[in-house]
């Protein structure tokens, strides 16, 4: 069964700073990866997927995802953080016939002024 | 707004009581999912609709779950005799469904406080 692993609860970077948060899955087939973010009080929007094309998904907000295989890893990063980013952020894998989201806990992101 | 509405955004009842929540998916969607967020968790899958076909309920959490979406447009997901575990969540999504991967959009939620 395919599932995700979010490396840390919290993770708090300051303004400006780079933002990586990690994500590893387990899959037995080749995956459909997702990053989502949950502003508070606010539904899960989808920041990026891969789906088997390019390793390196671009995605809204200057947030981009890297697929590497080798290390099943699929971690986001974004350049510089800004205050906006401050959220929740899950990594998911499809399940299966591609009708169900597994969903990571999440990882809560602070931007530090 | 053409994105995916729920209703009530909160709701406060006291344990054993009965609640229905309501999602309004978008309109060309023929696909809505329910999920369960709990503190501190990432949504669990609990049920999937192809337009009024009920696709896969064996996820729900148990018999006092139930979901339904009659007309094949809005769904309504009730909890029988709620209990204090109940609180959470629960988020309704819905997509287009073609292909291997139909991208979901997700609903504000409901949050479910069970006194």
């Known amino acids: 069964a395919q599932s995700v692993t979010q490396l840390g609860s919290h993770v708090s970077v300051s303004e400006g700073a780079l933002v990586l948060l990690r994500c590893n899955y387990s899959?037995?087939?080749?995956?459909?990866l997702f990053w989502y973010v949950q502003y508070p009080n606010q539904g899960l929007q989808l920041l990026l997927k891969?789906?088997?094309?390019?390793?390196l998904v671009k995605g809204i907000n200057g947030f981009e995802a890297e697929f590497k295989k080798s290390e099943t890893s699929f971690h986001l990063t974004k350049p510089s953080a800004h205050m906006s980013d401050a959220a929740e952020y899950f990594c998911?894998?499809?399940?299966?016939?591609?009708?169900?989201?597994?969903f990571g806990k999440g990882t809560r992101l602070h931007i530090l002024p | 707004d053409t994105g995916v509405s729920q209703d009530p955004r909160h709701k406060i009842t006291k344990r054993g009581q009965n609640v229905t929540f309501r999602c309004d998916p978008i309109?060309?969607?023929?696909?809505l999912y329910w999920y369960r967020q709990t503190l501190g968790q990432g949504p669990e899958f609990l049920t999937y609709?192809?337009?009024?076909?009920?696709?896969?309920k064996s996820r729900l959490l148990s018999d006092r779950f139930s979901a339904e979406r009659p007309k094949g447009s809005f769904s309504t997901l009730e909890i029988q005799r709620t209990e204090q575990g109940d609180s959470a969540m629960y988020l309704c999504?819905?997509?287009?469904?073609?292909?291997?991967?139909?991208?979901?959009?997700f609903g504000p939620g409901t949050r479910l406080t069970v006194l």
């Open positions: 309109s060309e969607h023929n696909r």
């Open positions: 999504a819905s997509s287009l469904g073609q292909g291997n991967y139909n991208e979901q959009f």
């Open positions: 891969y789906t088997s094309a390019a390793t």
């Open positions: 899959s037995s087939v080749p995956p459909y």
């Open positions: 998911a894998v499809i399940e299966g016939d591609g009708d169900k989201i597994i």
């Open positions: 609709f192809q337009n009024e076909a009920q696709l896969e």
